[in-house]
């Protein structure tokens, strides 16, 4: 008996959809001539992660709950799937949504081999995972200048321009505001970059602003904009060449600083800015929480406030110097 699947035998002309479409099914885009990229790689995958199952696509189709024309529409691309189809497919696969849309992780067997070792693991395991993949591959571990180069984090109004100021002042070494280092570069302010550019353009910006103070400055204190950890290609070299400290704030500390800065935007619709104020920043602590040290700027002066960073930063070059 043949055991070829039915992926082999059907000719994709012979695939067309019905007219309409129930729920469940895909529909139709079209025939041999113009099919969408995006389609015809998608359906590539679905057909190369059944063969590696070594499923037909009548079992396929029975698990995922659609017809099995309509799979083959998927498979040849032309059907333009829904995202619950797409997700019963996936699961009918046993495979995650990323793998059948085709995330970097699916470029090759060693991708998929370290995510399945890294799935499903604590927040602590993925942390010394991804440390020692840094010291293996990436600037940690071979920046000497790792423990001089401090870098505040968090969100506006936390501080950072003026304790990093302050910092730099005592410590007897440069300040860079990384925003003003973003406009030198760009040519212009952050708001017309983001207004004629956009923030892709903003992002890769900030990058090549952190690589020239990391590469002109052995000893530095930085400010860096709150938005930072949205890249994280940008915030994996930020953790790698410097020492890393969140200035955390409660949200409502966040917005009376910016207001005292003479910034009474937030404050129009304040209970809408507060809102999404907290939101951000429940989004960005994840990765803020990454950071070497953690000061809390919340219900203290100024003064005192300084006076602990100050003593977080000598307790760490003590650390280092052991």
């Given at each position: 008996?043949?055991?070829?699947?039915?992926?082999?035998?059907?000719?994709?002309?012979?695939?067309?959809?019905?007219?309409?479409?129930?729920?469940?099914?895909?529909?139709?885009?079209?025939?041999?001539?113009?099919?969408?990229?995006?389609?015809?790689?998608?359906?590539?995958?679905?057909?190369?992660?059944?063969?590696?199952?070594?499923?037909?696509?009548?079992?396929?189709?029975?698990?995922?709950?659609?017809?099995?024309?309509?799979?083959?529409?998927?498979?040849?691309?032309?059907?333009?799937?829904?995202?619950?189809?797409?997700?019963?497919?996936?699961?009918?696969?046993?495979?995650?949504?990323?793998?059948?849309?085709?995330?970097?992780?699916?470029?090759?067997?060693?991708?998929?081999?370290?995510?399945?070792?890294?799935?499903?693991?604590?927040?602590?395991?993925?942390?010394?995972?991804?440390?020692?993949?840094?010291?293996?591959?990436?600037?940690?571990?071979?920046?000497?200048?790792?423990?001089?180069?401090?870098?505040?984090?968090?969100?506006?109004?936390?501080?950072?321009?003026?304790?990093?100021?302050?910092?730099?002042?005592r410590l007897e070494v440069p300040f860079v505001e990384l925003s003003r280092e973003v406009e030198k570069?760009?040519?212009?302010?952050?708001?017309?970059?983001?207004?004629?550019?956009?923030?892709?353009?903003?992002?890769?910006?900030?990058?090549?602003?952190?690589?020239?103070?990391?590469?002109?400055?052995?000893?530095?204190?930085?400010?860096?904009?709150?938005?930072?950890?949205?890249?994280?290609?940008?915030?994996?070299?930020?953790?790698?060449?410097?020492?890393?400290?969140?200035?955390?704030?409660?949200?409502?500390?966040?917005?009376?600083?910016?207001?005292?800065?003479?910034?009474?935007?937030?404050?129009?619709?304040?209970?809408?800015?507060?809102?999404?104020?907290?939101?951000?920043?429940?989004?960005?602590?994840?990765?803020?929480?990454k950071a070497d040290l953690t000061l809390d700027t919340s219900r203290q002066d100024l003064e005192r406030?300084?006076?602990?960073?100050?003593?977080?930063?000598?307790?760490?070059?003590?650390?280092?110097?052991?």
């Amino acid at each position: 008996m043949n055991n070829r699947s039915e992926v082999d035998l059907v000719a994709p002309d012979a695939l067309t959809s019905e007219q309409g479409t129930a729920p469940g099914t895909l529909a139709a885009t079209g025939g041999e001539v113009g099919k969408n990229p995006l389609l015809v790689a998608l359906g590539e995958r679905v057909r190369t992660l059944r063969a590696r199952r070594g499923l037909t696509r009548k079992a396929v189709a029975l698990a995922a709950d659609v017809s099995e024309r309509h799979l083959a529409n998927l498979e040849y691309g032309i059907g333009n799937a829904s995202i619950l189809v797409l997700q019963q497919v996936a699961g009918a696969l046993q495979c995650s949504l990323a793998e059948l849309l085709g995330d970097v992780t699916t470029r090759s067997p060693e991708w998929l081999l370290i995510r399945e070792l890294l799935q499903n693991r604590s927040e602590a395991d993925l942390r010394r995972a991804r440390l020692l993949l840094s010291e293996q591959f990436g600037a940690a571990g071979k920046d000497s200048g790792r423990s001089s180069r401090i870098a505040l984090i968090g969100l506006r109004g936390a501080g950072k321009s003026t304790l990093g100021h302050m910092l730099a002042e005592r410590l007897e070494v440069p300040f860079v505001e990384l925003s003003r280092e973003v406009e030198k570069i760009a040519g212009c302010s952050i708001r017309e970059i983001y207004d004629l550019y956009g923030a892709t353009a903003y992002r890769r910006y900030e990058r090549r602003a952190i690589e020239e103070a990391i590469r002109t400055y052995p000893q530095v204190v930085i400010a860096t904009p709150g938005g930072i950890v949205s890249d994280p290609a940008t915030f994996n070299q930020l953790l790698a060449c410097c020492t890393t400290i969140w200035l955390r704030a409660d949200p409502e500390d966040h917005m009376n600083r910016v207001a005292a800065q003479g910034d009474t935007r937030p404050m129009a619709a304040s209970r809408e800015a507060m809102e999404d104020l907290k939101q951000i920043l429940a989004g960005r602590t994840p990765f803020y929480s990454k950071a070497d040290l953690t000061l809390d700027t919340s219900r203290q002066d100024l003064e005192r406030t300084f006076e602990g960073l100050v003593e977080l930063t000598m307790e760490l070059t003590t650390e280092r110097a052991k």
